[in-house]
Nanobody
Framework: QVQLVESGGGLVQPGGSLRLSCAAS????????IGWFRQAPGKEREGVSC????????YYTASVKGRFTISRDNARNTVYLQMNSLKSEDTAVYYC???????????????????WGQGTQVTVSS
């Protein structure tokens, strides 16, 4: 069956780093765009970053540009989100999602994502 499993979350001090992983199984990973989303308490879920299926085109929301880097390893069916210079406002549950979207770009709406993981908590606090 389809599975997306996030890992790598935790508690980190402001300015610190974490690397999230999203391990996929049960579908043809290389044909799917993979997105990272987050939801903070009392807030709506927002898109953070995405990497396309074709040529690995990437997208970042403005608040994380220059601090977060998304990458994929198709041989390991895994997408990574390297998060540096973390801020308290990055605190949220982070989810990865997969979209059957064989394109150089990423889906424009989260409704286009087919599969979702269960999430991993990231807490940035001193």
């Amino acid at each position: 069956q389809v599975q997306l499993v996030e890992s790598g979350g935790g508690l980190v001090q402001p300015g610190g780093s974490l690397r999230l992983s999203c391990a996929a199984s049960g579908f043809t990973f290389e044909y799917y765009a993979i997105g990272w989303f987050r939801q903070a308490p009392g807030k709506e879920r927002e898109g953070v970053s995405c990497i396309s299926s074709s040529d690995g085109g990437t997208y970042y929301t403005a608040s994380v540009k220059g601090r977060f880097t998304i990458s994929r390893d198709n041989a390991r069916n895994t997408v990574y989100l390297q998060m540096n210079s973390l801020k308290s406002e990055d605190t949220a549950v982070y989810y990865c999602a997969a979209a059957d979207f064989d394109s150089v770009s990423c889906p424009s709406d989260e409704s286009q994502y087919d599969y979702w993981g269960q999430g991993t908590q990231v807490t940035v606090s001193s």
